[in-house]
């Protein structure tokens, strides 16, 4: 079974750039699609991008607009999501998890997780 933690929240101002990893152990990602997701108060939480192991495609949400990159180390297993020009509306709670389905699948709600961590929180002021 795979474990995820996240981590790099923190607190950002409009324009500035954070970067979360998402350390995965326990097993290799291959065969899986690693995907970042985050929640925002009083809101349900919302697909951000993500990664297939096997063939590195990466997608994004349309509303990342070019600011954010997905990149990996696969040394470390672990799967890092830079932030740039960063929005108050980014300020979320982060996750990532995985699954068997590929990227398209987790971006179409398609992923079936058995349980999310504690998450990475990212709040970005004005």
């Known amino acids: 079974q795979v474990q995820l933690t996240e981590s790099g929240g923190g607190l950002a101002q409009t324009g500035e750039s954070l970067t979360l990893s998402c350390e995965a152990s326990g097993q290799t990602l291959e065969n899986y699609s690693l995907g970042w997701f985050r929640q925002a108060p009083g809101k349900d939480r919302e697909f951000v991008a993500g990664i297939d192991w096997n063939n590195g495609r990466i997608i994004y949400a349309d509303f990342v607009q070019g600011r954010f990159t997905v990149s990996r180390d696969s040394a470390k297993n672990t799967v890092h999501l830079q932030m740039n020009s960063l929005k108050p509306e980014d300020t979320a709670v982060y996750h990532c998890?995985?699954?068997?389905?590929?990227?398209?699948?987790?971006?179409?709600?398609?992923?079936?997780?058995?349980?999310w961590g504690q998450g990475t929180h990212v709040s970005v002021s004005a």
């Open positions: 998890n995985v699954d068997s389905v590929t990227v398209a699948g987790l971006m179409a709600g398609r992923g079936n997780f058995g349980s």
